[in-house]
């Protein structure tokens, strides 16, 4: 049997269709909605987050101030949850590493791959990998000249 909204268990319950709020039967079902929620609420949150922030100080900007707060109240309470979310920038690229690359660029003077930019963060549960990255890494440029 498929759950109901909650929205719609309220209305049937105000019309006398229900008498009491039907039980979860299957609780692998719920356990998933629940973290498929949780884990969109924890990109949502991202999203949001790095919309705010400066990208030449990496610093929420000055007027958002006050909205960062809530944002960081949000990942705090999604940490409580046991979930983590992680932004790649900046971090050396493994192959091995579960993040799907979008793109990559070949950027002069880099040493060695690293992630430019997270399209997706990776999203952790309980120390679990619940969501992939995708990233953008820059990639040395190799030199065809020869001495």
């Known amino acids: 049997m498929k759950q109901k909204d909650p929205v719609e268990i309220r209305s049937m319950m105000s019309a006398g269709e229900l008498s009491e709020i039907p039980q979860v039967t299957d609780p692998t079902e719920a356990s998933q909605d629940y973290l498929r929620t949780l884990v969109s609420i924890a990109t949502n949150t991202w999203r949001a987050k790095t919309k705010m922030v400066d990208p030449a100080t990496g610093e929420i900007r000055e007027e958002l101030k006050r909205v960062g707060r809530h944002i960081e109240a949000i990942y705090r309470n999604l940490a409580e949850a046991g979930i983590v979310i992680r932004d790649h920038t900046g971090e050396a690229y493994d192959e091995g590493q579960p ?30 990998l619940v969501q992939n990255g995708e990233i953008e890494i820059a990639i040395p440029v190799i030199s065809n000249t020869s001495t």
Request: aromatic share 6%.
């Open 99 to 128: 993040m799907k690359v979008i793109a990559s660029k070949p950027t002069s003077g880099q040493g060695k791959k690293r992630v430019s930019e997270t399209l997706l963060p990776s999203i952790f549960w309980r120390d679990r």
